[in-house]
């Protein structure tokens, strides 16, 4: 059985794409008591308001019809944003040669949290250049990988 981000993911994919985006991620999480189903857009120079809500728009009814959540939710549609997390192959392999930040689960060498260059990705393992010099993180070991804006 699909997990209820999959089965939203196809249903608003083709919707997304039709308002000239790209469906980045797809989250489903309980906050404070109230359950979200959120969207987060992506587009070549930017997501804004409107892309939001013409996205909405054309993916409301396709919930409302196709039902795929039992209970109430709040549903949410927004930029993937410029500091978004990478999860997917594909996410690294775009973005190979950006600034990212690296948190960990656990403390290695007094620190949870690295800031450097994504310079490779394999089998989940994160590869990051920090002060020119390659660092390995094991999949297993790597709390989240976002990018990072660097001024």
Same mark, same amino acid.
């Given at each position: 059985?699909k997990?209820i981000? #999959? ?24 906050? !404070? ?20 809500? !013409?996205?909405?728009?054309?993916v ?9 959540i ?9 930029? !993937?944003?410029? #500091? ?6 594909s ?51 790597? !709390? ?8």
């Amino acid at each position: 059985m699909k997990k209820i981000t #999959e089965l939203v993911a196809e249903l608003a994919e083709p919707a997304v794409k039709s308002q000239g985006c790209e469906l980045w991620d797809v989250e489903y999480v309980k906050e !404070a008591g109230t359950w979200y189903l959120r969207l987060y857009l992506d587009k070549e120079g930017g997501v804004d308001i409107l892309d939001c809500e !013409a996205v909405s728009r054309a993916v409301e009814p396709l919930l409302d019809e196709a039902d795929p959540i039992e209970g109430s939710y709040t549903f949410e549609v927004s930029s !993937a944003g410029c #500091e978004r997390p990478l999860k997917r192959p594909s996410d690294f392999e775009r973005f190979m040669g950006s600034p990212v930040s690296l948190r960990l689960y656990q403390n290695r060498d007094g620190s949870k949290e690295f800031a450097g260059k994504l310079s490779g990705y394999d089998n989940g393992d994160v590869t990051i250049e920090v002060g020119g010099k390659p660092m390995t993180f094991s999949k297993k070991d790597v !709390a989240l990988v976002r990018l990072r804006v660097e001024f």
